[in-house]
Structures are given as structure tokens and as C-alpha cells.
């Protein structure tokens, strides 16, 4: 099964910008990269999904180097807002559990 | 779309009771899935759903825990009886056409086995 790595925790400042980089060695051909995140007594809420090279939404981008075994989150000028815990999933349709594994994600502090 | 409605928010029950959690999905969304968050197993997946048919049961516990999706708009999770350990943050989600895609999440409930 493809094992998703992050760090546990991060820390930045107001107006940075804060890179989450996680690995996913064993990712297959088909596999998708998902990234959610969840604030303290709410459900997780989808960021951004990547296959390869770059995605960018109004929140985020998703940069995705050809190997793809490794992805990052990039968040452009983080608020206090931010601070939350951030997951990232890799999976595809065919094998539907794999693509619903949270794991313990990255817990972002955002100080003023 | 009022998003994922899931009830109670809060539930307080003593062991040995039977405790039913509610979801009613997003209208539309043909999948549905249960979720269970503490802080010492992190979220994780216990069933889901595809067009009311249960896909993946593997990430329920044991026989206590058992789901149902009578329609299209309504599945509960029920445990019976309910121990002190099933304490946590019940998440019920939904998404519309392939697993690894957006899912949206209810607010959960929040249950405490006395």
C-alpha cells in the first residue's frame, strides 16, 4: 500500500509562505495526490488534488516532481486562520481504501 | 445544499447502552463514508458506501459497530453495547462518483462512553 510521510508539526509567521512537502515512495501509476485540512472540532476540508507537475487553486498549489514520489503543499502568505492540520492521501478509484487513509498529518502553527 | 447533516453533536451514554449515530449525505452524492477520530488512532475509516450498498466494512472494529444506508439520503452507525474505548469524534462524509474524490464532511458527533 502506498505509506504517506509528513512531518508532524510546523511552525511559521503571519505573511510567509509554508511549504508541506510529504513522501509517498511506493505510489502507483494511477494513484491521485489529495490534500485535506481540518481545523480543531471540525471534519477535514479538501485543499487540492494533483496527479503530476503543478495544480493551483485560490487556496493552494500542488507541486509534484515527474518521479512523484514525493508531493508539496504550498500555502502563499499563511494568516492565523491556517493554523490547522493538514493530511495528505494517495489513492486511486480501484483500490478505494488506500485513497482514504488520513495518517497523522502535519500540524501547522501560525503565530502572529 | 446544507452540506453533511450528521445528529447528535453530542452524546453522552454510560457502557453497555446501544448508541445510533445519523448522517444524511449531500443530495446527489452516490458515496458515503463513516470516519473515526481520537488522538491516539488519528481519522480513521471504518465503512463506506457506494450507491447505499456497503463497499468496505474491513476498518470496523468488531461486531458491536454495524452501519446501515436504507436510502440515498440517510445511514446511521450503531454500537451495541457501547464501551468506554468507543469514545470519540464520529465523522460521517460524502462524495459523488469515485472514492478518491472531494469528500465533504458533517460537523460529527462527539460521543463519550461513561
Known amino acids: 500500500l502506498a505509506k504517506t510521510t509528513q512531518p508532524i508539526s510546523m511552525d511559521s509567521y503571519e505573511g510567509q509562505e509554508v511549504n508541506i512537502t510529504c513522501s509517498h515512495n511506493?505510489?502507483?501509476?494511477?494513484?491521485?495526490i489529495t490534500w485535506y485540512q481540518q481545523f480543531p472540532s471540525q471534519g477535514p476540508r479538501f485543499i487540492i488534488q494533483?496527479?503530476?507537475t503543478k495544480v493551483t487553486n485560490e487556496v493552494a498549489s500542488l507541486f509534484i516532481p515527474a518521479d512523484r514520489k514525493s508531493s508539496t503543499l504550498s500555502l502563499p502568505r499563511v494568516s492565523l486562520s491556517d493554523t490547522a492540520v493538514y493530511y495528505c492521501?494517495?489513492?486511486?478509484?480501484?483500490?478505494?481504501?488506500?485513497?482514504?487513509?488520513f495518517g497523522s498529518g502535519t500540524r501547522l502553527q501560525v503565530q502572529p | 445544499d446544507a452540506g453533511v447533516i450528521q445528529s447528535p453533536r453530542h452524546e453522552v451514554t454510560e457502557m453497555g447502552q446501544e448508541v445510533t449515530l445519523r448522517c444524511k449525505p449531500i443530495?446527489?452524492?452516490?458515496?458515503l463514508f463513516w470516519y473515526r477520530q481520537t488522538m491516539m488512532r488519528g481519522l480513521e475509516l471504518l465503512i463506506y458506501?457506494?450507491?447505499?450498498?456497503?463497499?468496505?466494512d474491513s476498518g470496523m472494529p468488531e461486531d458491536r459497530f454495524s452501519a446501515k444506508m436504507p436510502n440515498a439520503s440517510f445511514s446511521t452507525l450503531k454500537i451495541q453495547p457501547s464501551e468506554p474505548r468507543d469514545s470519540a469524534v464520529y465523522f460521517c462524509?460524502?462524495?459523488?462518483?469515485?472514492?478518491?474524490?472531494?469528500?465533504?464532511f458533517g460537523p460529527g458527533t462527539r460521543l463519550t462512553v461513561l
Open positions: 443530495s446527489g452524492h452516490d458515496y
Open positions: 462524509a460524502s462524495s459523488l462518483g469515485r472514492t478518491d474524490q472531494e469528500q465533504f
Open positions: 458506501f457506494n450507491n447505499n450498498v456497503p463497499i468496505d
Open positions: 494533483g496527479y503530476k
Open positions: 511506493n505510489i502507483a501509476t494511477n494513484d491521485y
Open positions: 492521501l494517495v489513492g486511486d478509484f480501484y483500490t478505494g481504501r488506500r485513497a482514504l487513509t
